[in-house]
């Protein structure tokens, strides 16, 4: 059974700090792209950081600079550091698994952990 358990959300001032985490079981986790995605109600769900299973990142014009991704093969987990943060980074984050090799594809997705910016 696959399960992506995110934490670390919560209230926070701008410019604050926030760091969330997603522990992974039930998947090669070191053989998959991990991500975080974010959501406000009434818009669509919106990349903002991914890892590859190789350390590669990218991030979303929006949190370059201030928003770090990384992630530990041997704990399974996949971190989001969020520093300077704006009350248009408040959304619900989610943790997401990606595996692709050709035709075959495998996607994950945890239940999501709410941040919020106030201003």
């Known amino acids: 059974q696959v399960q992506l358990v995110e934490s670390g959300g919560g209230f926070v001032q701008a410019g604050g700090s926030l760091r969330l985490t997603c522990a992974a079981s039930g998947i090669s986790f070191s053989a998959f792209a991990m991500g975080w995605y974010r959501q406000d109600p009434g818009k669509q769900r919106e990349l903002v950081a991914v890892i590859s299973s190789g350390g590669s990142t990218n991030y979303v014009d929006a949190v370059k600079g201030r928003f770090t991704i990384s992630r530990d093969n041997a704990r399974k987990t996949v971190t989001l550091q969020m520093n300077s943060l704006k009350p248009e980074d408040t959304a619900v984050y989610y943790c997401?698994?990606?595996?692709?090799?050709?035709?075959?594809?495998?996607?994950?997705w945890g239940q999501g952990t709410q941040v919020t910016v106030s201003s």
């Open positions: 997401n698994a990606k595996f692709t090799r050709g035709p075959v594809m495998f996607e994950y």
